[in-house]
T-cell receptor, first 113, second 111 residues
Framework: DVKVTQSSRYLVKRTGEKVFLECVQDMDHENMFWYRQDPGLGLRLIYFSYDVKMKEKGDIPEGYSVSREKKERFSLILESASTNQTSMYLCASILGQGSYGYTFGSGTRLTVV | SQQGEEDPQALSIQEGENATMNCSYKTSINNLQWYRQNSGRGLVHLILIRSNEREKHSGRLRVTLDTSKKSSSLLITASRAADTASYFC???????????FGKGTRLSVIA
């Protein structure tokens, strides 16, 4: 069965810390995405990547960066965590374009205190 | 940018009843997809309908798409308690763009 694995289900970090959220897929998918999900706001796209070393900004990239050094791994980095980055973070991947659905990881619930 | 808007925001029904959720969107699309999310988990892809399709079925799921009204509906027939979840529609405007998700409908199926 195909899988997208997010390294942590729950994470608690302090304000100002640098935070790494890891996402690994075993499906040889080119395209990977990071969303955050907040009550009443739905899913919002932070960053995405169409290939190794490529990255594109989504709708809310401020305060985040990403790294894609290998095809299977897409990391989301919070440069200096703030309390307004407390959220559920969801990673997804897809093979190619267009006619497929995304495969999502189980999510990381990050709390910044 | 929020493309899809689900309606209603929350829905509560008895087991065995049908559940209908609607999604409206703003711009032309390549395809529309529906996802389910159990509490605190990731989303699971349910069904994809292309812009040139009007209806699609998968098991107890039926999806319709009306591009003239920019709307879609998801029907779950003979609902079960296990169908309790949030349901999201997501749209893709062209082949190479990320999905844009709505805010979801929270479905509760009471046994």
């Amino acid at each position: 069965d195909v899988k997208v694995t997010q390294s942590s289900r729950y994470l608690v970090k302090r304000t100002g810390e640098k935070v790494f959220l890891e996402c690994v897929q075993d499906m040889d998918h080119e395209n990977m995405f990071w969303y955050r999900q907040d009550p009443g706001l739905g899913l919002r796209l932070i960053y995405f990547s169409y290939d190794v070393k490529m990255k594109e900004k989504g709708d809310i990239p401020e305060g985040y960066s990403v790294s894609r050094e290998k095809k299977e791994r897409f990391s989301l980095i919070l440069e200096s965590a703030s309390t307004n980055q407390t959220s559920m973070y969801l990673c997804a991947s897809i093979l190619g374009q267009g006619s497929y659905g995304y495969t999502f990881g189980s999510g990381t619930r990050l709390t910044v205190v | 940018s929020q493309q899809g808007e689900e309606d209603p925001q929350a829905l509560s029904i008895q087991e065995g009843e049908n559940a209908t959720m609607n999604c409206s969107y703003k711009t032309s699309i390549n395809n529309l997809q529906w996802y389910r999310q159990n509490s605190g988990r990731g989303l699971v892809h349910l069904i994809l309908i292309r812009s040139n399709e009007r209806e699609k079925h998968s098991g107890r799921l039926r999806v319709t798409l009306d591009t003239s009204k920019k709307s879609s509906s998801l029907l779950i027939t003979a609902s079960r308690a296990a169908d309790t979840a949030s349901y999201f529609c997501a749209t893709r405007t062209s082949g190479n763009t990320p999905l844009v998700f709505g805010k979801g409908t929270r479905l509760s199926v009471i046994a």
